[in-house]
C-alpha cells in the first residue's frame, strides 16, 4: 500500500513483521495497525506481487476502488498485478487494522490455482476462496498477537498448496531473471537463455503469470525506481540507475502504473512503511517476538 495524498489526521501507524523468515518461499507479510478511529484514503499503486488484504478493522471495512476500471470491492480482498489507479478507503471506528501478504507471481499459481489471473484486477477473497477465508478471518481476528495471526495466515496459505498446479520451471526461471535484472532484460534475451522461442515465452508467461513478459519486467523495473525516488534520489538519477531512456521516459512509466508524477511517488508515505515491512536487507539476528515499527506519515 502507497499514499501519494495522505489524510491531515493520519497518526502513526504501527508496523509489524514476522521475526523470522516464513517457511514458505515468495510469501511476505506485514501486519498494520492505526489505532485511533480514523479514516483511510490511500492511493495503492502496482507492486510485483499478488497481495492479499485481511481486513481486521472494527467497523464498516475497508473499500478498494478503481475508478479508472469501475470495480469496487469491500473488505479482504485479493489485489492482481497491475492494478492501476486503486485506492483504498474507509472508516474505522476502533482504528484502522490489516493484515497484507504478498504472493510471489509464481507462487500464486499454486495458492490461487485457476484464479491466479488476478492481472489488473481486485477481487474479494471470499470469492477465491469461499468459506475458507471467512474461517481464517475470524481466527485472525481472535489472535492475540501479530506473532500469531502471522502463523495461523502461514498455516492457512500452505494448506493451500497440497494440489500443487504445474508451473513451467521456464517461466519461474524468467521471472526469477525479472527480478535479479530489476526489471532490465529484453524478452528476446530471456527466450534465448531459456531455449524457448520469443512467441512460446509470451505465449505460456502469459497464460501462466498474468502479464506478457515485457509487461513484467517494466513492473519490476517501475518499482526499484519507485523506492529510489522515495529514498529521495533525484529523478534524473533515478532515470539512468533503473536503466530508463531519459527523465521523460521515467515520468511516463510512473503516470501510467500510478497515475501520478514522480514527484508525488517520491512522497508517498506508504513507501516509508513498505521499507520498514520489507526491507531490502533481512540480515540480522531474528528478535525473540515480532518486532512492531511506527512510521509516521508524511
Known amino acids: ?3 501519494t495524498e495522505p489524510p491531515h489526521d493520519w497518526a502513526t501507524v504501527e508496523v509489524a513483521v514476522p521475526r523470522r523468515p516464513g517457511r514458505l518461499p515468495g ?3 506485514a501486519g498494520f495497525r492505526q489505532r485511533v478511529p480514523a479514516s483511510a484514503d490511500i492511493t495503492m499503486v502496482a507492486h510485483p506481487s499478488v497481495t492479499l488484504f485481511v481486513d481486521l478493522s472494527d467497523g464498516d471495512g475497508l473499500v478498494y476502488d478503481s475508478h479508472s476500471h469501475g470495480w469496487r470491492e469491500r473488505g479482504s480482498t485479493a489485489v492482481g498485478l497491475a492494478p492501476g489507479g486503486l485506492r483504498l478507503g474507509g472508516l474505522a471506528s476502533g482504528g484502522i487494522e490489516c493484515l497484507q501478504i504478498r504472493l510471489s507471481p509464481v507462487l500464486a499459481v499454486a495458492l490461487l490455482g485457476g484464479s491466479a489471473d488476478l492481472s489488473g484486477t481486485v477481487v474479494s477473497l ?3 476462496w469461499g468459506r475458507d477465508a471467512g474461517r481464517a478471518e475470524e481466527r485472525l481476528r481472535a489472535a492475540a498477537s501479530w506473532d500469531e495471526r502471522f502463523t495461523i495466515a502461514e498455516d492457512a496459505l500452505g494448506r493451500r498448496m497440497s494440489a500443487r498446479p504445474s508451473l513451467d520451471p521456464e517461466v ?3 521471472w526469477g ?3 535479479t535484472s530489476r526489471g532490465r532484460v529484453r524478452v528476446d534475451s530471456l527466450a534465448n537463455e531459456l531455449g524457448w522461442s520469443r512467441k512460446r515465452l509470451w505465449s505460456r508467461f502469459r497464460a501462466q503469470i498474468g502479464l506478457t ?3 513484467a519486467a517494466r513492473l519490476v523495473r517501475f518499482d526499484h525506481a519507485a523506492h529510489l525516488l522515495a529514498a529521495g534520489d533525484p529523478a534524473a538519477r533515478v532515470a539512468a540507475a533503473s536503466g530508463y531512456a ?3 521516459h521515467l515520468h511516463r512509466e510512473v503516470k501510467a502504473f500510478t497515475g501520478v508524477t514522480p514527484t508525488a511517488v ?3 508515505p506508504w513507501l516509508a512503511i513498505d521499507d520498514v515491512a520489507w526491507p531490502a536487507s533481512l540480515a540480522g539476528p531474528a528478535p525473540s517476538t515480532s518486532p512492531i515499527h511506527q512510521v509516521r506519515a508524511k
Open 1 to 3: 500500500m502507497r499514499s
Open 27 to 29: 510469501v511476505t507479510m
Open 126 to 128: 471470499t470469492d477465491l
Open 172 to 174: 519461474a526461471a524468467a
Open 177 to 179: 531473471m525479472m527480478l
Open 213 to 215: 513478459p515485457k509487461h
Open 246 to 248: 531519459d527523465q521523460a
Open 266 to 268: 517520491a512522497a508517498a
